[in-house]
Each structure stands twice: as C-alpha cells, then as structure tokens.
C-alpha cells in the first residue's frame, strides 16, 4: 500500500479519474481507460499554483514548506474549447527565480480557494523541468516559460469543494487523504488495507467534506467540527462478494477542531460516529489516525503496521502537520480520530455520553399549574465530567397529560439540560427526557456500535383543585426494588397496611391549615392526633374481616383521605405502605407480599398464594406497587445479625377494589 514519494498524481496515474494532465509535462494520456473524449468539462474555472518542497520527492516524503509564498499562482487557468484543455503559462523567472537545488510541486485546483485535483513533481535544470516520476524533461520553449496543461472530465466530484479527493483503489490497497483547505489542517481520510477488494476489483473513492452542523442530525451528543463524507463507485452495495462492505474493516479518519471548552481528558473519550441508511447511526471503535497528519501520535499505529508508509494524497499537502506546528485558532484546537468501520457513510465525530435525573422529579403541583422545580438533567461523560453542546429532547408520553417548554434543550458548561416550564394535568404526570446516543447507565455512554434512544423519566402528580393529597412520611421507608414507578415521595394516593401497636405520621398537600378527623372516633382499631400522627390497635390477621379507617384531612370545605387496613382500597396505582414492629435482636427484615387467587368474594380468603414481592431492608416500612383487583397478604421475617432467620409475623391482609 502506497506510492514513489515523487508524485504525479491524476487520472492516468492512480489519481483523481476525471483529471488528466496533458503534454509536454506527461506522455498523452488519450488512450487511459479513465479518459473519454466525450466528457471535457468546459464550464469551470480551475487554478494553478506551484510551491517549493521541503526536500527531494526520491529520497522520501516530502510536503510544500509551511507558512511559505507560493512561487507561482494561483492563477486563473485559460480555457482552450478546441483542444479541450486548459492551460496557464509559468514563467519560472517571475516573480520568484527558481533555485536549480530546489524541488518544486505543481497543483490544479478546481477552482480557487477548493480541492487539489492533481499534482506533479518537478526538478529545475538547465532551460527546462524534469518531471521526477518519469525522469523526463521538458524544455522551455523560450528558456523560462512553462505550458501547464490539462483536462478536467464532467462528473468530478472535488471541484468546488474546499477539501475533498478523489481516488482510483485497487485490491492492493490505498491510503487515500484530501486536499489542503485554507492552509489548514482540516481533512479526512482512509486506509483501505490490501484485500478489502477482490483481485481485479476497482473503486473509486471520493472522500468530500460536508459542510453542515451538526454533522449527523440523526444523534444529539455533542458533536464538532470535522464531518465527511466517505462514497465508492460503484456502490459497495453493488459489490458481488460481501456486498455492502469492504472484505476487512478499513479505518477512516477526521482532523478534527475542537474548542477549547472541552477538557483534555475529554479529547481521549472522543469517538468517530457515522450514518448510512443501510447500517444506522453508530459509534465507530477508534482506530489508529497515524496515515493523516494532524497529531499523528493520538492513536499510533504499531511498528510496521497500517499507515507506516506515507500515503498517497498525504504527500499532496498534509504531512508537512508531522513538523510543522498547526497555525493558531482563537478558539480551536487540532486533533487527529481515527474510526474502524465496514463500509462508507457520512462520517463526524462526537462525544459519548450519559444522563441522569439532577432536579426536579417526583414532585406534586395544583392541577394546571407548572411544577416548583422544572426538571433537570445532567448529561456526562464517562468520567462523570459535564458535556456540553448535547441535545436533550422532551416529551409527555400521553396525549392531553399537562405540557413542557421548551421541548428541546441544548447543554451548556455546566452539561444541564433544564425545562422552563413543566404544567401538570390530573392525577399522576410523566415527563421523558429522551436523546439519541445519550441515555442512563449502565447502556449509556455507548462507545461502539449502533447508538440507540435513551429515555429518563420524571414523574409528578397533579392535584386538582379543592383537593388534598394524604400521604405516609417518607421517613425510613424502603421502596420496591426494580420498579422505576416506586420512588419518594409519593406523589399520589397509596394505601396503608399496619400490624398493630405500629404508627405512621401522614403528609398532606397543598400547605394548608388542616384539621384531622378518624372514620373510628373512639380509636378502637386506629387514632389520627391534631398533628397527623396516627397509631394503630388492631390489625388485618383475619382474612374474612377488615378492620378500616379513613383518616381525613378537612381544610374549610376540601377534604382529603387516605385508607387504613381496608378490602376496598380504590386508588391506582395500587401504592400500598407497610409498617411493623421491630423485632429483638432482628438486624434485617425480609418482607413477603403475596396475591390471592380463586378468592371469596369480599374477603382475603383465597384458595392459593402466589409471591409478588420478596425483599430485604433493615427499615420497619416498606413502599410496593400491589399487582392487581384483588386480595394480598404480607408478611416480615426477622433475621440477626448473623443472618439467620427469626420467627417470622403474623400475615396481615388487605384488598383492592380496582
């Protein structure tokens, strides 16, 4: 893989296939297979230059000097219809005499200030150029005038782009970078390895930059200048063997700018990104960016590996990155990423990332009011540094459930995303926050493969109108593992499962002066006090046989309840809190939930029992979404310190109704 550092580069050269240089500089190159009489493109506006090399193309690689004048150009090239040419005139004595101990390279571009098309190598000598791929020289006609000539075909591909190449690749493989843009090193590139391609198989590759942000509109993590397109033609779709790919993965590369807002550790994070309908949007596993000079050490090839050698359009322009400092940007910084794909797409890069809940969930706000706290996000990376520059996307999940503004945010420094507004609707709310390629952990960040949505939720519970919510404490109570509906503090009604000589303090909202009243005034089975504080005396131990209570929570004409012990609790969802009493010498308790089934109508009397919940905490209340209209049972079992079991409680009863 690769090519004679001494460079004639064009369509009859392993170049670009629809650019010709034309004679004196080369022999004829009409009878080419890539040359068709028929396709001369006479509408452009091509130019011509010629800087000063940093040494001899023979002897190895070798780029124009950085930061030099040209010594010739650029300038406008002459169109000539008849012969169907091009072609511009080069006095080498001015305004730059050429030095004989010099080497020098001829460049066409499409046109001014766009790609390189070709290039040529030359060597002054006496009263004419050697040209040093062929070792022939060409006189000058008046001993300092050099014709430059040459031919551009319809279809080329780089013409008015600022960096782009095109490149003929055989099964031997190639290393293939685009032109300089501005003097800047800006390119992408790609090392295809020899037997990506069948014996006797040709493409041609052409590698353009895009000029959008964002690079991939299908993805929202942040992503930043440095975005190409990478194509073959014909199709790797069209491909007979391993259609749609290459036969080994190649690596395709970026120089990337990045702003100096993102960390040096982040700049190690960094991932290549791609998009094509056939595979999707995905994360490319990095791979060595050692073939493109931009910071050729970031990913190192190993000795003798792929990219050891120069690469054919990196002796173009681009090496000259290796020694030569980069110019300085305000706000920029240049960084090589290389990516291991199977085929060509549009290719960007990008910073992987997570997010998480930072503010605003489980809150409780009036019907048709926005919620106290707008809901907030946090996106990182995976060393839990901010991101910015990523896109988070909200939405409420159910039609006619409340609204949020804006619906979409942008991260800055601090890598939050937060919503101005969030208005509640009836009963319990949801609000997802939701992004491509961002998400919670342990999926996200994804560093390869196909990126996929992540969704975090927030939840809150809109209460209307001259109406109380009553809920349990939060205080030392454990909620149900595994289930993302279960958090603190409730948000919506929940039902009350005590064994006796057990108390709860109950909550209410909104912040009102209330006064407490018992559907049990002499506390026979349960008391409520002035301050909420609520003490049970008998318990649910007989599945035939409720003992209920609705304590209430009166502020002028608005009540609000919450049930005790019943087999009629009616709110959904089925939240149900537990409270027993602790237990001597118990270090843990492993609570057991249980659902009836083939039961007696209006009781807890069930012909079998299945376990819905079986878990462990060290607290004495537990919070659980019960599973269906229908009877249940809990119970706790004790354990020491040491682990073992104790005896466990009593089953205690209850009932929903919906």
């Known amino acids: 893989m690769g090519r004679p550092t001494a460079l004639v580069l064009d369509g009859a050269h392993n170049g670009d296939p629809e650019f010709f240089f034309l004679p004196p500089l080369v022999p004829d190159p009409s009878t080419d297979p890539n040359f068709d009489p028929a396709k001369f493109d006479a509408t452009l506006a091509p130019t011509v230059e010629v800087c000063r090399l940093t040494g001899d193309p023979r002897s190895g690689p070798v780029f124009c000097v950085a930061n030099a004048a040209l010594v010739f150009g650029p300038v406008n090239a002459i169109l000539d ?47 004419g150029i050697k040209n040093l791929r062929s070792g022939d020289v060409v006189q000058f006609p008046d001993g300092r005038t050099l014709p430059i000539k040459f031919r551009i075909e319809q279809g080329e591909r780089c013409t008015f782009n600022a960096d782009c190449v095109t490149q003929v690749v055989g099964a031997g493989g190639a290393i293939i970078i ?110 060595s960016a050692a073939f ?56 960007g890069w990008a910073l992987p990332a997570k997010m998480a809940v930072l503010a605003g969930d489980d809150q409780l706000a009036a019907l048709g009011d926005a919620v106290a706290t707008p809901p907030a996000l946090l996106v990182t990376d995976a060393n839990n540094a901010p991101v910015a520059g990523a ?43 939701f992004a491509t390629g961002i998400g919670p952990t342990p999926t ?67 912040a009102v002066t209330v006064i407490w009243s018992s559907s049990d005034p002499t506390g026979t089975n349960a008391s409520v006090n002035t301050t909420g504080l609520v003490a049970v005396a008998q318990e649910n131990d007989d599945p035939t046989t409720a003992h209920e209570v609705v304590f209430s929570a009166l502020a002028g004409d608005v009540v609000g309840s919450i049930k005790l012990n019943s087999f009629g609790f009616d709110h959904f969802r089925r939240f149900t809190t537990l409270v027993w009493r602790p237990v001597a010498g118990a270090a843990t308790y492993d609570v057991e939930v249980d659902f009836g089934n083939g039961c007696t109508p209006d009781t807890a009397v069930c012909d079998s029992w ?49």
């Not at 020899?194 to 000029?211: C, F, K, M």
């Not at 090589?336 to 085929?343: E, M, P, R």
């Not at 919070?623 to 809990?634: I, Y």
């Open 81 to 127: 219809l008849t012969s169907q040419q091009y072609r511009v005139n080069w006095d080498t004595k001015s305004p730059t005499l050429l030095d004989p101990s010099q080497f020098y390279r001829i460049r066409v571009r499409g046109a001014a200030g766009k790609s390189v098309l070709g290039s040529l190598d030359v060597d002054p000598v006496d009263q």
């Open 178 to 287: 685009t032109s300089e843009a501005g003097g800047g090193v800006t390119g992408g590139a790609v090392a295809i390895p020899p037997d990506a391609l069948d014996p006797g198989e040709e493409i041609t590759v052409t590698i353009s930059r895009l000029d959008r942000q964002p690079c991939l509109p299908q993805i929202d993590i942040a992503q930043f200048e440095g975005c190409f397109q990478f194509t073959a033609d014909p199709p790797l779709s069209a491909r007979t063997h391993n259609p749609g790919r290459f036969n080994t993965d190649v690596v395709v590369a970026i120089c990337v700018e990045l702003p100096l807002t993102i960390t040096q550790a982040q700049e190690g994070l960094l991932q290549l990104h791609a998009f094509d309908a056939a595979q999707g949007v995905r994360a490319l596993p990095n791979a």
């Open 444 to 510: 996200f960040p994804i560093v390869s493969g196909p990126l996929s949505e992540g969704v975090v939720t927030f939840t809150a519970a809109g209460v209307p109108p001259g109406t109380i919510l009553v809920r349990p404490s939060s205080g030392g109570v454990t909620t149900q593992s595994g289930n993302s509906n279960v958090s603190l503090p409730l948000t919506q009604p929940s039902g009350l499962s005590m064994q006796s000589g057990t108390g709860i303090q109950l909550e209410f909202f909104p």
């Open 610 to 658: 299945t376990q819905q919940v079986s878990q462990t905490t060290s607290n004495l209340r537990f919070l659980f979404e019960f599973v269906g209209a229908q009877p249940g049972r809990w119970r706790v079992v004790p354990r020491n310190a040491a682990g073992a079991a104790m005896t466990p409680s009593e089953f205690v009863y209850f009932r929903y109704v919906i």
């Open 292 to 347: 493109l000079p931009c910071e050729p050490n970031r990913f190192p090839f190993p000795p003798g590996g792929l990219g050891a050698r120069p690469g054919w359009r990196g002796i173009l322009d681009r090496v000259a990155a290796f020694a030569v400092p980069q110019p300085a940007y305000a706000s920029m910084v240049h960084l090589g990423v290389g990516g291991s794909s199977c085929c060509f797409s549009d290719i």
């Open 391 to 433: 896109t988070v996307h909200f939405r409420i999940p159910s039609t006619g459930a409340g609204s949020v503004t804006p619906t979409q945010v942008v991260t800055g420094a601090d890598g939050v995303a937060r919503v101005d507004s969030w208005v509640l609707a009836a009963g319990t709310n949801s609000l997802e926050a």
